[in-house]
């Protein structure tokens, strides 16, 4: 079931890149099958452990590329909190806020987009004269498996 989710996931991206004219190559589109395989957030160093598996040559700086390359174009988004990396829910939408619930019990992050939220952020912050260029929303708490067990 995951398998065929992600298979879609991946030809969705593969189509965005096409369209974009940016080049997905064999290590990002790995990476980013790791990120997607996690329902946990993955830390960079998870990543290259698990990307050696099939690339033994993988350095931290492919990783780190690859990554950078995957937020660029929207597919992921950066945990700042953990400091990890979590697949983005909508990955053909362009850069967006997103709230992120992240349980500290099995760390299953869940990304909720909510323009109300944003929009309320931005007339604050406007009131004060300042302009947003970036959110950074994020709740640590128990997830709804995790507080039913
Ligand atoms: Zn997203
Ligand atoms: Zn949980």
């Given at each position: 079931m995951v398998k065929i989710l992600d298979n879609k996931l991946i030809q969705q991206?593969?189509?965005?890149?096409?369209?974009?004219?940016?080049?997905?190559?064999?290590?990002r589109k790995?990476?980013?099958?790791l990120?997607?395989?996690?329902?946990?957030?993955?830390?960079?160093?998870?990543?290259?452990?698990?990307?050696k598996i099939s690339e033994p040559q993988a350095k931290p700086p492919t990783?780190?590329?690859?990554?950078?390359?995957?937020?660029e174009q929207g597919f992921i988004h950066r945990v700042e909190s953990t400091n990890s990396?979590?697949?983005?829910?909508?990955?053909?939408?362009?850069?967006?806020?997103?709230?992120?619930?992240?349980?500290?019990?099995?760390?299953?992050?869940?990304?909720?987009q909510n323009d109300k939220l944003v929009t309320l952020l931005e007339e604050n912050a406007?009131?004060?004269g300042f302009k947003i260029h970036n959110h950074v929303i994020e709740s640590h708490g128990v997830c709804q498996s995790c507080s039913s067990n």
């Open positions: 991206i593969e189509e965005i890149c096409t369209a974009r004219g940016v080049r997905l190559t064999s290590q790995r990476v980013f099958e990120i997607c395989s996690s329902k946990k957030a993955s830390s960079a160093y998870e990543l290259l452990e698990e990307l990783v780190y590329r690859a990554l950078d390359f995957l937020l990396f979590i697949s983005c829910c909508s990955c053909n939408a362009h850069k967006h806020s997103s709230h992120l619930l992240i349980c500290d019990e099995c760390g299953n992050v869940t990304e909720l406007e009131k004060h």
